[in-house]
């Protein structure tokens, strides 16, 4: 008898998606008739630019060729216009079009780090970034975050505990993912301090850059005087123009020695998505209406969400000052059991559940609602951290957030309920 075929000790390690795992079970529900509201995957509602979609509609090539390993240059030179308004100054060959921001944390990763080099990420952090650092065969080292403190950096000192011989980078995403907390003046100094002390990378996601809620400014990694060779900027047009499926993103680095290598692993991958290109760049100039209407929608909505959430008996979440999700605390032992629980066991029926909902292309009759939410433990990797919170993204209509939040307070109800009468 032959042995059993052995997983990949790199497939083993792989974690699952805090944001996806849940799936099967949401398909299950809506199976059921269960109508979903969806607060756990930060996929804009909003609609794309319309720009973006007449340039999609109007494609005339004869042709749907492979583009440059890079990306095309034209892309490139309106990114350099677009990080101009932020004070970013770049040339186009600083700029690597990637297959969406994953790919570009994946391609830094793989150009800057050794397997066994470690990277300092403060947690809870983009729960994909563990799973980029088991494909490069890097460690992730974790500087946990409270949600008490509202997320704030700790001291310097907690990082210098840190730092070995085996320390190659920090990674920061700034505005956060998935609590929304936004770096200030003072913690990015210290961040580039590090950097400048030890000579490491810094890695700075910064895709949500148009989603900051307070007067404070933006700093960009870009911004940090004396480390300009040891910055790798990460970002994506996903958010910004609701262009999630298009997968398009980008490396930037001043450092050429990096952008040779991040090459190397773009031309083994041919090619950024043609089409994908053609719509980003459609995007970039001429929508600035599209981004201020699209940032007031969102600012609206985070209120509806924060003011919501900390009205519900037992949970509590800080104010976020960017991006589009908090994280919240929930009066519940095991956060990731409710989440389960509320796709498995729970649905909400009375006088505003919709009659039917749409699934699979067919109208079925509506059974009752649910919310789904991502675990936030699966946004930490150390054991025990966030075991009772949950990521919420606000990217529904202020109503459906409303109703959203309506249906979760009665599944705490309900939950706790039994609960109680199994204790």
């Not at 300009?228 to 910004?240: A, T």
């Not at 969400?305 to 009066?331: E, S």
């Not at 699966?378 to 009772?388: A, D, E």
């Amino acid at each position: 008898m032959q042995n059993e075929l052995q997983i990949s000790h790199r497939g083993v390690e792989m974690p699952e998606s805090p944001i996806r795992k849940l799936a099967p079970l949401a398909y299950a529900a809506e199976d059921r008739g269960v109508m979903i509201h969806r607060l756990n995957i930060g996929q804009p509602d909003l609609p794309t630019p319309q720009k973006a979609l007449d340039a999609l509609k109007n494609v005339d090539r004869t042709t749907l060729e492979y583009s440059p390993s890079q990306g095309y240059r034209s892309l490139r030179k309106a990114l350099v216009n677009y990080y101009e308004r932020y004070q970013i100054k770049l040339d186009a060959d600083d700029i690597i079009i990637t297959c969406g921001g994953s790919e570009a944390v994946l391609f830094a990763f793989m150009s800057c780090l050794n397997p066994g080099d470690e990277i300092i990420v403060p947690e809870p952090a983009y729960a994909n970034y563990m799973a980029f650092a088991v494909s490069a065969g890097a460690v992730i080292r974790t500087i946990a975050t409270t949600i008490d403190e509202g997320f704030c950096l700790p001291k310097v000192e907690r990082f210098e505990e840190l730092i070995n011989e085996r320390t190659k980078a920090i990674l920061i995403c700034n505005p956060n993912n998935p609590t929304g907390y936004l770096y200030t003046q003072r913690e990015m100094n210290q961040i580039r301090d590090l950097v400048k002390k030890h000579n490491l990378y810094l890695f700075s996601d910064e895709v949500y850059r148009e989603f900051i809620y307070t007067g404070s400014p933006y700093i960009s990694a870009m911004h940090l005087e004396g480390i300009e060779q040891n910055v790798v900027l990460i970002d994506s047009v996903s958010k910004r123009y609701s262009e999630c499926g298009i997968r398009i993103g980008a490396l930037i680095t001043k450092n050429a020695a990096v952008r040779k290598t991040v090459m190397k692993f773009c031309q083994a991958r041919l090619s950024p998505p043609l089409i994908g290109q053609i719509v980003a760049e459609a995007s970039i100039e001429g929508t600035e209406a599209y981004s201020r209407e699209v940032y007031e929608e969102y600012t609206e909505r985070r209120k509806c969400l924060i003011d919501g959430v900390n009205r519900i008996p037992g949970c509590y979440t800080p104010i976020p000052m960017g991006a589009f999700y908090t994280v919240a605390k929930l009066p519940v032992d095991d956060a990731e059991e409710f989440c389960a629980w509320c796709l498995e066991e729970f649905k909400w029926k009375d006088e505003h559940t919709p009659a039917s909902i749409s699934f699979s292309g067919q109208e079925i009759p509506c059974t009752g609602e649910t919310v789904m939410m991502a675990p936030a433990a699966g946004f930490y990797t150390t054991p025990g951290m966030g075991k009772n919170e949950v990521r919420l993204a606000y990217v529904l209509k202020k109503d459906d957030l409303r109703r959203a939040l309506f249906i979760l307070g009665k599944a705490l109800e309900a939950y706790n309920a039994e609960k109680s009468k199994k204790n």
